[in-house]
Structure formats: structure tokens, C-alpha cells
């Protein structure tokens, strides 16, 4: 029976341990078994306190989202605004207007885009702190902790301030998350609402633009019916105090542009203090009136601000008409004060009588339904546009810049003022004001880009001069060429300057940007490569400029290339460097900013240099040489210049040949290869001059009153460059008097036999014995 019972016992024992063990099995492979004790709870509640802490740092919004919240507040003002006008009061909106509020809209929409991104970023954050703060729920530490209740009672306080901190916790998360969403929200139904609001107005522009072509009124003979009703007029008012206060949003919302611009006129006005402080302190300013300077260095404040009015409107492409308007004024102003003293007194009186009729065509832009007497004083104002813009003309001779151009600005301110006549008498008041107006502007920017160009140069020429004084340089340079240089960039900022107003007071600006943003940014392929036509433009406009800077950077420090600086080695190195360093980056920049993978030009390269390997080794040697000739310019058309045992001048430069044309008239062939492996003397690089020689004999005894008397009789001559003196050599002394060489520079290198010719003759009737 006893025997029985144990091998009971024995099997029962056995299934006790083997439900043990199945049970530690169970719990895997690799389980920790081992009992957590108090310093494990301690740190898993400290992390789980940390945890909670940065997530409920993380949670607060902060002021960026304040702000958000305000600007879609000012958002419905501006919406509510316009949709009311666009509904009640679209008979009354005029073209003016409706460029003002479409600008608007646009802008709203890109601000609202990049806000909604922000928020979803925001909200993203956020969800993810909402899941870690699940996790932190199911953590089996915790859990652990929660059914040993001696360890319960130990870390009592403890677990209280974690059960606060994790509701506090979910409590900011949930309103930073409900918070979010609401903006998220309210983002949308603004961007919604601009987005209708906006194909309105573009449908309002359309009928606006086809309804100013149609006759509005009767001719100017013909007796006038129409009047307005005080409706009429009182929506008129409020479209006029609708304008008004979306220009203030506007004025708002692009106030960081204002702020750059005025960044940039502080830089301008320092350094051109700075370089004409230099001047002052070397009592050099006569040298400066010799060079022909009108606005600098007096005017440097007022300077200052020209260049920051002048390139307003290329810091807002998108701008509303009135914007563009209030910033002419502001230029009238300023070019008024710094040509008072500038100008000769009848040109000047002639731009007062232009200001005075720009101030009045801007008035006819208020007159809502002009009437019989007030058409009449339309044609009037065209009439005298007509006059004192053709007499502007012919007094500006060459007391303004850019000549050729303002020209061109001035016969087209004239064709339009007629046109703007004509239609007024055939009752297009729309379109008679829409071209008056134009014309007064197109003028008045033209005046003002001409004295900001002007202005541009005169700041240049200032840094090389003070440049050249603080180096200790004194003397006179050739400087017209690199004028020239820099009148090619300068010209084009004008051009597009001139072009964004003209086509604004047109109200055809905002179609043809977007049109052409179209145009750059269409992605187009060609097999395999795909490439955007702004790509491609941004791509040779920078290696233009690299180019450009590279070659003329030695410039700003005072170095004009003459024989005189060639003994500064450390200055023409460290100009040597940066002319590479401006170079490579310009390269590198333009590389990176037109989007070309680096990959299609490495293929590129690689089916170059198969080419290369199959025999067109000196087709593609021409045509690489052609590029390094076009680009970096060692010699330009027109050039005087020796390669080899040809001489003439550059008529032509190709990308596989180039031209040379022969005194004699023949016109030498030379492949760009072979002119680039040999070396080219190049008369006319840098300047005009080449150096003569004379050989003389003067009788007497006093060798300082002879070179003096050799130095004036050379410099004498008009084909002589003065600000180079002439360099005297005693070659053999006797009893009756001196033998000598005189060096000296011609003027241009073409006219080296009129030079010698005419010292010849010179000489002869000084009574000098030529050797």
C-alpha cells in the first residue's frame, strides 16, 4: 500500500516539474527570468518621466503658429473684402482693381501653401508623440511594477507625479492636436475660397481686357448721355476703399522686400563713402572731374537712395500697379533733388513740367466717368506729353545716360500719347487712359533708370580710383574699355526694369510672367535627358557673369593692367587666385542652379572623348578652342593683333575658325586650334597705346633743360597718350652736345606712321637733329 502511494507521489512530482518546465519554455528561448529589483523601477520611471517631459515641451506650439492663427484671420478680412466686390460690385471694378486684387490672391495662396505644410509637418509631430505616449502604456516594466505591491507602496509618490505628468501630458497633446487641425482647417477654406476667388477674377480680367477695345462713350463731338446713379457711384467709393485696403494687406505682407532693399542702399551708400572718404583724404577730387562724374561722390546718400527705388520692382515681380506707381513717385522725388544742381537749367525745367504732367495723368485714373471738359483736358495733357517730351529729347545731349535708349523710350512715349488721343475722340476713355498713362511712365522710368545706370558706373570707376590711391597708385589709366564692359550688364537690369513697369501700367505684365514661368519651367526630353528652357538660360547667364567677373575683378582693387603695377607680384597673384576662385564657382553655380545631372554630362564627356578616339581630334580641338576664345576673349574682333607671321586685325571669331584681315587687305583663315597653340601679341588687349622710340641730337650743355625740352616737344603732338611721360636716355656725350633716345606711347597702335610722321615734322621745325 506504502509502496503504491509513493510511486503516486513519485508521478506526481514528475507532471509538477514538467509543467514547470513547459511553463519557462513557453515563455521563449531567450527570456529573462531574472526578478527586477527597485533600481530597475527607478530608472525605467525616470526615463518614462523624461519621455513625458519632452513630449509635453514638444507639444507647445509656440509663436509661429500664433502667428499663423493671425494671418488667417487677416486672411478672411482680405477675402471677405474681395468676395464682397467681386459679387456686389463687379460692374465697378476696373482693370486697376482687378490686377490688385488677383496679386493679392496670388500672394495669399503661396503663403498659404507653405503655411499648410508647416502644419502638416506639425501634425505628423504630433501623432507621433501620440504613439509613443501609447507605448509607453503597454511597457511591461511598468506593468510588473503595478502587481508587486510592496514596490507599489515604495514608489508611491513617485507614480502619482508620473500619473499627473502623463495626463497634463495628453491633455496638451490633444489641444495642441485639436488646435492644429483647426488651422489645418482654416487654411483650407481659405485656400479654397482665394482659388474661387481668383478664376472669378481672371474671368473678370477677360471680359475687362476685350471690354476696353469696345466703344464706351460717344465721339467727342457727339453729345453725351450717359450719367451715373448714386448706386453707380457708391459702389465706385467702395471699390476705391476695397483697393485701398488690400494694398495696405499687400504693404504688409511684402515688408521683408523693403527691408532687403534697404539693406542693399546702406551697402551702397558706405562703400561709396568709403571710396570717396579715400579720395578727399588724397586730394584727388580734380581727377575725378576729369573723368567726367555728375552724381558721385557728392550725392552718395541721395545716390543711395535711386539704386534702392530703381531695383524695387525687380524684389517684387508680382506687384500691383499702385505699388509700382507709389515707388515712381518716390524716384520723381528723388532724381528732382540730385538734378537741381546736375542738370543745365532749361533741361531741367523741362523735367519739372514732365513731373507736373505725370502727377495729372495719375489723377485722370480717379475720374470714374469722365465727361465732355474732362476728355478735353485728356487730350490737352497728351498734346503737352507730346511737346515737352520731344524738347527733352533734343536738350538731353549728353547730360544723361544711355542715350540711344531713352531715344527709344521717348519716340514710343510720343506714338502712344497719339494713340491715347485718338482714342479718346473715338470714345475709348478706357483705353485713351490705360496709353496716356503708360506713355508718362514709360518717360519718367527711362529718365530715372538713365541716372541709375549712370550712378552704377560712376560707383565702379569711384572703387577703382580709391583703390588705386590706396595702393598708392596716382597716376592716370585707360579706363573707357572697362566702362564699356560694364555697360552690358548694367543695360540689361535696365531694360528688364523698364520692360516690368511698362508692361504693369499696361496690365498685361501678370499674363506674360506667367506665360513665360510656363515657358522656363516646362520640363522637356530629349531621349533620355530632360532639361528646362529656364535651366538652360540661368546656366549661360551665370558662366557669362563668372566670365565677366573674372576678367574685370582686378579692376576693383585699381588694377588696370599698365606697366607701372607689373613689379606688385603678391597683388598679381592673389588676383590670379581670385580670378580662378570666381571662375570655378561661377562654373560650379551654374552647374547646381540649372538642374544638369551629373551623370548626363559625364556621359556627355564619355561619347566626347569615344569621338575624340575614332579622329575628330581636331574638329573637336577647334571647336573647344572656339569656346576658350568666345569665353575668355584673349583677343575680341577689331583686335590688333601678330600670330605667327600674320598681322592685321580681328574681323571675325567662329567656333572652328576665325579671321584675321591683313593690312594689305587680305583676309587670313587661322583654325581656333592652331591660333591658341601659338603665342598671339595682341596690341589692343588691354589698351590702345605701343611704345615708339626717337633717336635725337641736341646741341648744348645742360642735360636737364634738354630732356625737359625732348619731353615737351614729344607730348607735344596729339598722337602721343600724356599720361604716360616720356622717357629720356642719353646715349653719347660730346663738346658740341648730347646724343638721345626718347620713348614714348601712341595713342592708338593703328596710327603709328601718322605718330612718327607727324614728330618728324615736328622735329624738323624745332630745329632737333634726328639721328
Same mark, same amino acid.
Given at each position: ?102 496679386? $493679392? !490672391? ?5 503663403? *498659404?501653401? +507653405?503655411?499648410?505644410? %508647416?502644419?502638416?509637418?506639425? =501634425?505628423? &509631430? /504630433? #501623432? ?68 474661387? $476667388? !481668383? ?5 473678370? *480680367?477677360? +471680359?475687362?481686357?476685350? %471690354?476696353?477695345?469696345?466703344? =464706351?462713350? &460717344? /465721339? #467727342? ?551
Amino acid at each position: 500500500m506504502s509502496e503504491s502511494l509513493q510511486a503516486q507521489d513519485s508521478l506526481s512530482r514528475q507532471r509538477s516539474d514538467s509543467s514547470n518546465t513547459t511553463r519557462r519554455w513557453r515563455g521563449g528561448f531567450f527570456a529573462d527570468t531574472s526578478q527586477l529589483n527597485s533600481s530597475d523601477y527607478q530608472l525605467q520611471i525616470e526615463k518614462t518621466f523624461a519621455v513625458l517631459e519632452d513630449i509635453d515641451n514638444r507639444t507647445q506650439l509656440g509663436n509661429s503658429f500664433g502667428k499663423t492663427r493671425n494671418k488667417l484671420k487677416e486672411n478672411d478680412s482680405i477675402l471677405a473684402v474681395i468676395k464682397d466686390n467681386v459679387i456686389n460690385n463687379s460692374k465697378a471694378l476696373n482693370l486697376r482693381n482687378l490686377q490688385v486684387f488677383r496679386t $493679392l !490672391l496670388v500672394h495669399m495662396e503661396e503663403d *498659404l501653401v +507653405s503655411r499648410r505644410e %508647416r502644419l502638416d509637418t506639425a =501634425e505628423a &509631430n /504630433l #501623432l507621433l508623440m501620440r504613439k509613443t505616449i501609447r507605448t509607453l502604456i503597454g511597457d511591461t516594466v511598468l506593468r510588473q511594477l503595478q502587481k508587486d505591491s510592496a514596490m507599489v507602496q515604495e514608489f508611491s509618490t513617485q507614480l502619482m507625479e508620473m500619473r499627473t505628468s502623463w495626463r497634463s501630458t495628453r491633455r496638451h497633446l490633444r489641444e495642441s492636436i485639436a488646435a492644429v487641425n483647426r488651422l489645418q482647417t482654416h487654411a483650407s477654406s481659405n485656400s479654397v475660397l482665394a482659388g474661387q $476667388l !481668383l478664376d472669378k477674377l481672371d474671368d473678370l *480680367l477677360a +471680359s475687362a481686357t476685350k %471690354r476696353i477695345f469696345g466703344k =464706351e462713350s &460717344n /465721339l #467727342l463731338w457727339e453729345k453725351d448721355t450717359s450719367v451715373l446713379t448714386s448706386s453707380e457711384k457708391s459702389s465706385i467709393r467702395k471699390v476705391v476703399e476695397s483697393e485701398r485696403k488690400a494694398l495696405n494687406f499687400y504693404f504688409r505682407d511684402s515688408s521683408i522686400n523693403r527691408i532687403m532693399l534697404l539693406f542693399i542702399g546702406i551697402l551702397f551708400i558706405g562703400w561709396t563713402y568709403r571710396n570717396s572718404y579715400t579720395i578727399r583724404k588724397a586730394n584727388a577730387a580734380s581727377i575725378l572731374r576729369e573723368m567726367g562724374f555728375i552724381y558721385l561722390p557728392s550725392a552718395f546718400f541721395i545716390g543711395g537712395l535711386v539704386i534702392i527705388l530703381s531695383l524695387a520692382p525687380l524684389f517684387d515681380l508680382s506687384a500691383p500697379s499702385a505699388y509700382v506707381e507709389a515707388i515712381q513717385f518716390l524716384v520723381l522725388i528723388v532724381l528732382t533733388i540730385i538734378c537741381w544742381n546736375k542738370w543745365p537749367r532749361q533741361l531741367f525745367m523741362y523735367w519739372l513740367i514732365m513731373v507736373v504732367l505725370y502727377l495729372a495723368f495719375s489723377l485722370t485714373n480717379h475720374i470714374p466717368d469722365p465727361g465732355f471738359w474732362a476728355r478735353i483736358g485728356f487730350i490737352f495733357l497728351n498734346i503737352l506729353s507730346i511737346l515737352f517730351g520731344t524738347l527733352f529729347l533734343t536738350r538731353m545731349k549728353d547730360h544723361l545716360h544711355l542715350k540711344g535708349f531713352l531715344r527709344f523710350v521717348i519716340i514710343l512715349h510720343n506714338v502712344m500719347n497719339v494713340l491715347s488721343l485718338f482714342c479718346n475722340l473715338a470714345g475709348r476713355i478706357t483705353l485713351s487712359q490705360l496709353l496716356g498713362n503708360a506713355a508718362i511712365f514709360a518717360f519718367m522710368q527711362a529718365i530715372g533708370l538713365a541716372v541709375f545706370s549712370k550712378i552704377c558706373m560712376e560707383a565702379i570707376l569711384l572703387q577703382m580710383v580709391a583703390s588705386r590711391y590706396r595702393r598708392g597708385i596716382t597716376g592716370g589709366f585707360e579706363y573707357n574699355h572697362v566702362m564699356e564692359s560694364f555697360n552690358r550688364p548694367i543695360l540689361l537690369i535696365v531694360i528688364l526694369q523698364w520692360l516690368i513697369v511698362f508692361t504693369t501700367n499696361l496690365n498685361i505684365y501678370s499674363a506674360l510672367y506667367d506665360w513665360m514661368l510656363v515657358a522656363l519651367r516646362t520640363e522637356r526630353t530629349i531621349g533620355n535627358a530632360s532639361f528646362t528652357f529656364g535651366g538652360i538660360l540661368l546656366f549661360f547667364l551665370i558662366i557669362w557673369m563668372a566670365h565677366l567677373l573674372q576678367k574685370y575683378v582686378g579692376y576693383f582693387f585699381g588694377d588696370a593692367g599698365m606697366d607701372d603695377e607689373v613689379q606688385n607680384k603678391k597683388q598679381r597673384s592673389r588676383l590670379l587666385i581670385t580670378k580662378l576662385i570666381v571662375l570655378s564657382l561661377g562654373y560650379m553655380l551654374a552647374v547646381a542652379a540649372s538642374g544638369v545631372p551629373v551623370d548626363k554630362i559625364t556621359i556627355v564627356l564619355g561619347a566626347l572623348g569615344v569621338g575624340i578616339g575614332l579622329g575628330l581630334q581636331n574638329i573637336v580641338s577647334n571647336f573647344v578652342s572656339g569656346i576658350i576664345l568666345i569665353f575668355d576673349r584673349p583677343l575680341q574682333i577689331g583686335d590688333s593683333v601678330e600670330i605667327g607671321a600674320n598681322q592685321g586685325k580681328v574681323r571675325e571669331i567662329g567656333l572652328r575658325s576665325s579671321i584675321l584681315q591683313t593690312k594689305e587687305g587680305a583676309e587670313v583663315i587661322i583654325p581656333n586650334g592652331d591660333l591658341l597653340s601659338q603665342p598671339i601679341i595682341n596690341w589692343t588687349l588691354s589698351n590702345q597705346q605701343q611704345r615708339m622710340e626717337l633717336s635725337l641730337r641736341i646741341l648744348g650743355n645742360d642735360m636737364e633743360k634738354a630732356a625737359a625740352q625732348v619731353k615737351e616737344f614729344v607730348l607735344s603732338s596729339n598722337f602721343v597718350y600724356p599720361l604716360r611721360e616720356p622717357q629720356v636716355l642719353f646715349t653719347k656725350i660730346d663738346a658740341d652736345g648730347f646724343e638721345l633716345k626718347v620713348y614714348f606711347w601712341c595713342v592708338d597702335t593703328t596710327k603709328i606712321e601718322e605718330a612718327n610722321s607727324d614728330l618728324l615734322v615736328r622735329a624738323h621745325q624745332s630745329g632737333l637733329e634726328l639721328l
